[in-house]
């Protein structure tokens, strides 16, 4: 029922921007918290971004403040991932998702694994001169 498809993932060069989106359906989208993870070559998920229902708070991970915003359009479920001033770190596969976090003190942090929550397939972001 619950899908999240997200794009506009892409090959940047270091320094460059990039806009990534989530189309929502199956859910009151207007009523969840909606969150940005993302996995490097390697690595384990990392969370990125949450904003909350209405989009009036925004959280971000220390490695992308101040470059990364994270914004909801709640009419067209929707939600978005502004990267700028790409850094080669921050090649990942690029999840949008739902029901994964839990926040404290200005940040949030993931529950587990993708087993927990909704996720969509992913877009890769890969930033490389």
């Known amino acids: 029922e619950v899908q999240l498809v997200e794009s506009g993932g892409g090959l940047v060069q270091p320094g460059g921007s990039l806009r990534l989106s989530c189309t929502a359906s199956g859910f009151t989208f207007s009523s969840y918290h909606m969150n940005w993870v993302r996995q490097a070559p390697g690595k384990g998920l990392e969370w990125v971004s949450t904003?909350?229902?209405?989009?009036?708070?925004?959280y971000y991970a220390d490695s992308v403040k101040g470059r990364f915003t994270i914004s909801r359009d709640n009419a067209k479920n929707t939600l978005y991932l502004q990267l700028n001033s790409l850094k080669t770190e921050d090649t990942a596969m690029y999840y949008c998702?739902?029901?994964?976090?839990?926040?404290?003190?200005?940040?949030?942090?993931?529950?587990?694994?993708?087993?927990?929550?909704?996720w969509g397939q992913g877009t890769q972001v890969t930033v490389s001169s």
């Open positions: 904003i909350t229902s209405g989009g009036g708070s925004t």
């Open positions: 998702s739902k029901d994964v976090t839990y926040c404290s003190g200005g940040y949030c942090y993931l529950l587990g694994g993708r087993e927990y929550g909704y």
